[in-house]
């Protein structure tokens, strides 16, 4: 992982999308910080320094091109742009304003952090390498190692322990793992009893018991020598 969090600027007028998209990206370790408009954009970028800004095209005053613009002048920014226009045009006007990406409404969540996630790890804030001693899981190349031995992992399987690394040490309720893993808001629950209880078995085939089940609360993972005397 990168030795220090990405600092994440969101720009959006909608409060509604400004708080999920800010929420679902400190769920994964960014710093974020919000803004409605293009209103004191330059004392706040000044003072929180973004490596990457999401932007809504659509926004009151300054649209979100001329915000990008700015942005860029301030410094090494990277941009991705919101908005729910997706001509071929709009996406020409963003790419030539020196955004990076382009996301269109309505996206969803997975959507929006795996595009973050990637214009990061090109700027080299995100590390493809998570490393919990017994257990490295390396996303770019889509497999996780315990003891020197490559786990057969489903793509879900996958999924979920790369979440669950992100987030190693938070515990995390099925309803919770259902929305961020799978996309899911109304489940069945026990799909995830069924995928943790896979996983757990796999890794603990070639090392320690990492993935634990805190009664009453959910999943967690930790390193292997971390404590889990709160945990079952």
Do not use: C
């Amino acid at each position: 992982m990168a030795s220090d969090a990405a600092r994440v600027l969101v720009i959006e007028d909608d409060p509604l999308i400004r708080a999920s998209v800010a929420a679902a990206l400190t769920n994964e370790g960014h710093l974020v910080r919000e803004a409605g408009d293009g209103d004191g954009l330059q004392a706040l970028v000044e003072q929180f320094r973004p490596d990457l800004a999401l932007v809504d095209v659509m926004l009151p005053g300054a649209d979100g091109i001329t915000l990008a613009r700015r942005l860029l002048r301030t410094g090494d920014i990277a941009v991705i742009f919101l908005t729910a226009r997706d001509g071929v045009g709009d996406r020409l006007a963003g790419f030539g304003a020196g955004g990076d990406d382009y996301i269109v409404k309505p996206f969803i969540t997975e959507e929006l952090l795996a595009r973050t996630r990637a214009v990061l790890r090109r700027r080299g804030r995100v590390a493809d390498t998570i490393d919990l001693g017994a257990l490295i899981v390396d996303e770019g190349a889509g497999v996780a190692v315990v003891g020197g031995s490559a786990l057969d992992l489903t793509a879900t399987e996958f999924r979920l322990l790369l979440f669950l690394a992100r987030h190693r040490g938070r515990i995390w309720s099925k309803t919770q793992l259902l929305t961020q893993v799978w996309g899911y808001d109304d489940y069945d629950p026990n799909l995830v009893e069924v995928h943790v209880s896979a996983l757990r078995r796999k890794i603990e085939q070639h090392g320690p018991r990492m993935l634990h089940t805190v009664r009453g609360l959910g999943y967690v993972l930790k390193a292997a020598e971390a404590d889990a005397a709160d945990a079952a």
